[in-house]
């Protein structure tokens, strides 16, 4: 059974960074294309960015083009989310997702597998 634990969520001040991690456990790793997520209370929950199993391609909305960097370590089971210059609308539970696929594709009902989700919380 494929699991997702994510961590590195919390609070921070506008302009600060923040680095999530997601780690897949029961799979392997390298089978799945990854994806960040995130849902804001009474928003639906929307596509942050995602990566392919070898990380040669990855996908970002415009509203976090240029400050989100996704990135993967298989030999850690790993994907990361790096998030630089943070704003108050980035506050959000943030979701890990996998797609046992070799694309990366942004919508919802596509991925198998989710985590439980990490909050991160931008004050201004």
């Known amino acids: 059974q494929v699991q997702l634990v994510e961590s590195g969520g919390g609070p921070v001040q506008a302009g600060d960074s923040l680095r999530l991690s997601c780690v897949l456990s029961?799979?392997?790793?390298?089978?799945?294309?990854m994806a960040w997520f995130r849902q804001a209370p009474d928003e639906e929950r929307e596509f942050v960015s995602g990566i392919t199993w070898n990380g040669d391609r990855t996908l970002y909305p415009d509203s976090v083009k240029g400050r989100f960097t996704i990135s993967r370590d298989n030999s850690k089971n790993t994907v990361y989310l790096q998030m630089n210059n943070l704003r108050p609308e980035d506050t959000a539970a943030y979701f890990c997702?996998?797609?046992?696929?070799?694309?990366?594709?942004?919508?919802?009902?596509?991925?198998?597998?989710w985590g439980q989700g990490t909050q991160v919380t931008v004050s201004a």
């Open positions: 997702a996998a797609l046992y696929t070799v694309v990366v594709v942004t919508g919802i009902e596509d991925y198998d597998y």
């Open positions: 029961g799979g392997t790793f390298v089978s799945y294309s």
